[in-house]
């Protein structure tokens, strides 16, 4: 087969201009995706709040449990970008393929540092996508929950259609069915819709103090019953562990 020259002339003016159009776009991009990895802008105090409480950050979370030194392929970095008032960098969760024990996995992690975890609709069509790739692939899911459920101000548009909240529990469900595994670690609280994901789950790993599962947190429990009950009381691990 004849090999097909190029004709570029490298050394001409349109070509230098060309090139240093392309590089601009691709430096844009790569300081885009580095913001959405960094938490976005003056997210100093809710990155330093949430270390304050003996957390971990989102990403070092997924390098902790994945094998040392492998590649993680990060799935929709900039969802969420130009929209919500650029205050949801990366739509507030990550996704992506990881490999665990030689084993490659789907990722779903919440930023708690992103609106203490909740869901904005675009986390939710990012969380979807994920399990639609694990599907296609075959692979399992790993949940990383730190989730305060469905962003308040914006429910309303959560649950409009199929790649919505109700679809993420679905799809957990028939993954499940398929013999895919479903891994939940509960690494902060995980109310209303954030709640499902671990009781979805084949397999579930509570931080004893921290994690925290329930429909509705304290407050909600006051203002029905007027009991006063802690957090961990309620949805600790301990409760979910002994109790049935």
Not at 12 to 30: I, K, W
Not at 83 to 110: K, L
Not at 140 to 156: E, K, M, R, T
Request: proline share 4%; net charge negative; aromatic share 6%.
């Amino acid at each position: 087969m004849r090999r097909i020259e190029s004709r570029i002339d490298t050394g001409s003016a349109s070509y230098a201009e060309n090139r240093a159009a392309y590089e601009a776009m691709v430096a844009t991009l790569r300081e885009r995706q580095q913001v959405a990895i960094d938490g976005g802008h003056g997210r100093e105090r809710s990155i330093e709040r949430h270390l304050s409480r003996g957390k971990v950050l989102v990403r070092d979370r997924i390098d902790m449990v994945t094998d040392h030194e492998s590649a993680f392929l990060e799935f929709s970095t900039l969802s969420g970008f130009g929209q919500y008032d650029d205050e949801v960098p990366g739509g507030g969760i990550v996704t992506g393929i990881g490999i665990v024990h030689g084993v490659p996995w789907v990722f779903i992690a919440n930023d708690a540092t992103v609106k203490g975890g909740s869901l904005v609709p675009v986390a939710i069509k990012k969380h979807v996508r994920a399990q639609e790739i694990a599907e296609e692939n075959g692979l399992g899911v790993i949940y990383l929950v730190d989730s305060g459920g469905a962003f308040l101000p914006l429910q309303d548009e959560i649950f409009p259609d199929k790649d919505h909240f109700g679809g993420s529990f679905y799809r957990q469900a028939r993954l499940s069915a398929k013999g895919l595994p479903q891994l939940s670690v509960v690494l902060g609280g995980c109310t209303a819709g954030g709640a499902y994901v671990p009781a979805l789950s084949d397999e579930v790993i509570m931080v004893e103090g921290i994690g925290r599962i329930f429909l509705g947190g304290p407050p909600l429990v006051k203002a029905a019953t007027g009991e006063e009950v802690s957090a961990q009381d309620l949805g600790g691990a301990e409760v979910h562990t002994s109790e049935s």
